[in-house]
C-alpha cells in the first residue's frame, strides 16, 4: 500500500510542485505512465513548468537563467550547458509575451514595400528577414501597393507596438502626409526613395554614379543620341539617375535634349509605351538608358513588337541587375546596386535606431558598378524612319508605319 501524500506537500502551489518535481526526478513518472497515461497526462498539463524550475533543476539562480535565455548575459560554457540541458528536460517554453512585455519590445521589425512582386524589392526583403533573423527578431513584410492610405495604417504599428522599427520603400512623391507620421511614430528607416524632410537614417545607392557610369559606356561605344526612359517625376531615383545620364552626356560635350527623356511609373506596360514614344520620334535615339531593369524589359518587349532587335538596331540598358537580367536574350547590360547589402545595412542602422546608436541624420549609400553583357553595341550606322512622311505611306490603324532603314553618317 502506497503511504498517502502528507497534507504539507499539497498545502499550496510551491510545496505542490516542488513535490511533483521530485517525484519526476526519479524516473517513477515515466513508469506509472505505462499504467496511467491519461491521469498523469492531465496532471502535468496542470503542473506549468516556470523559469524557477529550470533554475532548481540547474542549481542556479531564477536571474541568471532569465538572462541567459534572453542572451543578456555570458555565463560559463558549464553553466550555460547545465541551464539548456535543465530547459529541454523539463520541456521549458518561454513565455513569448511575457519576455516581450519585460524587455519592451515586440521583438518584430517591419518592412513596407510597395510592391513585394518588383524583383528587387522582394530580394532586399528577403535579406531583410535573414539579417533580422540572425539578430533574434521577426521581420512582418507589409505590402502597400504604392498607396500612401496603407503605408500611413503600417506606420500606425510602431506606435501600437506592434513592431519595433520599420524599413519603408515607398515609390511615390510624399504629399506631406508621410513625414507627417514618420516624424510622429520615429523608428523608421528609408531605403532606396527618400521622404523630404523625414527625421530618419537613410540608405539609398549611389544612384548618379550609377547612371554616370551606364551612360558614359553608351558614350564610349560610339552612341551619340542616347534617349532615357526615367521614373516618376519627384522621386529621388529619377532625379539623381538622370543628373548622372546628364552629367556623361555634359563632359562629351553634348547637351541634354529633353525630346529623348521620357518618364513612367516603375512598371513594365508603361515603359513599353514609352520605348514606342521614342521611337515615334522622326530621329530616334541610337541606344537608350533606363533607370530600372523592370523598364528595360518593357523596352525589349516594345522593341521586338517593332521590329527592332537589340543591339543591332538599339542598344539597351538597365539599373538594379535584377535576378535573371543574364539570362535575357541578350543578356541586359545593368548597374548593379545589391538588395543584399540593403538588407544587411538597413536592418542594422534600424536596430542602431532602435537602441539610440545611430541618429536621424545619418545618410548612407550603397556601392554601385556596371556589368557589362550583351545589350550594348555600337551603333550599326542606320537611322530607323518611324515617321508615315518617311515612309511614303500612311501608318496602319492603331500602329506605327512600317520602318525604313536609310544609311547615314555616324
Known amino acids: 500500500m502506497i503511504a498517502p501524500v502528507p497534507a504539507l506537500a499539497l498545502s499550496g502551489p510551491e510545496p505542490a510542485v516542488s513535490f511533483f518535481w521530485a517525484v519526476y526526478e526519479t524516473g517513477l513518472p515515466a513508469k506509472f505512465n505505462i499504467i496511467l497515461p491519461g491521469a498523469l497526462k492531465r496532471l502535468s498539463d496542470r503542473l506549468k513548468i516556470t523559469i524557477r524550475d529550470v533554475a532548481r533543476a540547474a542549481g542556479v539562480s531564477v536571474t541568471s537563467v532569465s538572462r541567459h535565455l534572453n542572451g543578456r548575459i555570458s ?25 516581450r512585455l519585460t524587455r519592451g519590445s515586440s521583438e518584430t521589425l517591419g518592412l513596407i514595400t510597395s510592391d513585394i512582386a518588383y524583383p528587387l524589392f522582394a530580394a532586399i526583403a528577403s535579406a531583410s528577414e535573414a539579417e533580422a533573423a540572425r539578430h533574434g527578431y521577426n521581420l512582418l513584410m507589409l505590402n502597400s501597393r504604392n498607396l500612401v492610405d496603407h503605408e500611413l495604417a503600417f506606420l500606425a504599428r510602431i506606435e501600437d507596438h506592434q513592431v519595433d522599427g520599420i524599413l519603408l520603400l515607398t515609390n511615390h512623391s510624399d504629399d506631406g502626409r508621410l513625414v507627417k507620421c514618420i516624424n510622429r511614430t520615429g523608428g523608421v528607416v528609408l531605403l532606396d526613395e527618400d521622404v523630404p524632410g523625414a527625421r530618419a537614417p537613410r540608405l539609398f545607392a549611389r544612384n548618379a554614379d550609377g547612371a554616370l557610369m551606364a551612360t558614359s559606356h553608351l558614350i564610349e561605344k560610339g552612341h551619340r543620341r542616347i534617349g532615357a526612359i526615367a521614373g516618376p517625376h519627384g522621386l529621388l531615383s529619377t532625379t539623381e539617375r538622370l543628373s548622372g545620364y546628364a552629367e556623361a552626356l555634359e563632359a562629351a560635350g553634348m547637351a541634354v535634349d529633353n525630346r529623348l527623356v521620357v518618364h513612367c511609373d516603375y512598371d513594365e506596360n508603361q515603359a513599353a509605351g514609352a520605348f514606342k514614344d521614342l521611337f515615334e520620334q522622326p ?17 525589349m518587349r516594345a522593341a521586338r513588337g517593332m521590329g527592332l532587335r537589340i543591339p543591332e538596331d538599339v542598344s539597351l540598358i538597365g539599373f538594379d541587375d535584377i535576378s535573371n537580367a543574364d539570362l535575357l536574350s541578350p543578356a541586359l547590360t545593368t548597374v548593379r546596386q545589391s538588395p543584399a547589402e540593403f538588407g544587411r545595412r538597413g536592418v542594422a542602422m534600424l536596430l542602431d535606431l532602435i537602441t539610440g546608436r545611430k541618429t536621424e541624420a545619418v545618410t548612407e549609400r550603397i556601392g554601385v558598378e556596371l556589368v557589362v553583357r550583351a545589350s550594348v553595341a555600337p551603333p550599326s550606322g542606320r537611322r530607323l524612319w518611324r515617321s508615315a512622311s518617311n515612309t511614303g505611306s500612311e501608318p496602319p490603324t492603331g500602329g506605327l508605319a512600317p520602318a525604313r532603314e536609310e544609311v547615314t553618317e555616324n
Do not use: H
Open 75 to 99: 555565463l560559463p560554457d558549464s553553466t550555460a550547458l547545465k541551464i539548456e540541458q535543465a530547459a529541454a528536460r523539463l520541456g521549458y517554453r518561454p513565455n513569448a509575451i511575457a519576455r
Open 283 to 299: 530621329d530616334p535615339p541610337t541606344a537608350v538608358f533606363t533607370c530600372g531593369d523592370m523598364l528595360a524589359l518593357g523596352a
